[in-house]
């Protein structure tokens, strides 16, 4: 029976506690040997080249996949527990993915995006919307400041608006966490824009984030703490400071790389 009574934010677990987590898909090694603690109340930038296993890494997280045998110890947890499923899981947690996205690429409406995140499903069915469900619904679309849209269809919207409606989704269950995988492929510079002031605005409310990403520009100045993974493997993790070097980032690009802060802001430039 998959464990979903520890729904408090507040825990002494860790939110994703993994060791020796490796994850094999077809004849490949998606994740090798991963070890990776991220505690409840953490901003974490997961950041490395494509193919560095960091989708995986998000899809191990909600169980798609799966950790196969190995010779070590594994650990496999999320708040302490080895079994969970998605419906537990989006009481504390909350996901933004491209292939979320990209299965609401149809007529129903933003509003309706955001409602179908308290039944995990893919726009309504016969499900019954409760009052309280119509209310959270509005404060969240409010809260995103994405009021002017709700009753346009999806599939009229630009990539960026139809971003906020699928993190409403997320949000409505008051997650204490938003994972956010590669979010801001397809974005322009305005929806870029709009879009980074929107994850302050998250964080800065008190729901913390893991952003899953290659563009270092999409850290924002909340997150701390840095983890590199490439070829699978964990290969840095600590202090954004730390973390965010000319060495370390040349190092896990493969490119010569001249990281510049501005505020808060880091860029790579000279590649």
């Not at 560095?52 to 191990?60: H, M, N, V």
């Not at 950790?67 to 504390?92: A, M, Q």
């Not at 679309?141 to 139809?162: C, Q, T, W, Y």
């Not at 590669?182 to 964080?203: K, V, Y």
Request: hydrophobic share 35%; net charge negative; charged share 25%.
């Amino acid at each position: 029976m998959p464990a979903c009574a520890d729904t408090d934010k507040k825990t002494i677990s860790p939110l994703i506690d993994f060791a020796n987590v490796t994850i094999i898909r077809g004849d490949k090694r998606v994740l090798d040997a991963v070890t990776l603690s991220i505690h409840e109340g953490e901003n974490v930038a997961i950041i490395g080249p494509n193919s560095a296993g960091k989708s995986s890494l998000i899809k191990t997280i909600t169980r798609e996949y799966y950790p196969v045998i190995s010779e070590g110890p594994v650990t496999f947890k999320v708040r302490g527990n080895e079994i969970w499923d998605v419906f537990c899981l989006r009481s504390f947690i909350g996901i933004v993915s491209n292939d979320l996205q990209y299965t609401f690429t149809r007529t129903i409406t933003g509003r309706e995006v955001v409602i179908s995140g308290f039944f995990s499903s893919i726009g309504l069915f016969n499900q019954t919307v409760t009052p309280e469900m119509e209310e959270k619904t509005d404060e969240v679309i409010r809260f995103l400041g994405i009021s002017h849209l709700k009753d346009r269809p999806v599939n009229e919207m630009s990539s960026g608006e139809a971003r906020r409606f699928v993190i409403g989704r997320a949000l409505v269950s008051d997650p204490a966490t938003l994972i956010l995988d590669e979010p801001t492929n397809s974005l322009d510079f305005s929806a870029l824009h709009t879009f980074r002031r929107t994850l302050r605005t998250i964080t800065q409310s008190g729901t913390n984030i893991i952003l899953v990403t290659h563009n270092l520009h999409d850290i924002i100045p909340e997150i701390s703490r840095v983890v590199m993974m490439n070829g699978g493997k964990i290969c840095g993790d600590g202090k954004k400071t730390d973390m965010l070097t000319d060495e370390k980032v040349s190092g896990l690009f493969s490119v010569p790389v001249h990281v510049k802060e501005e505020n808060g802001w880091y860029y790579a430039t000279g590649y």
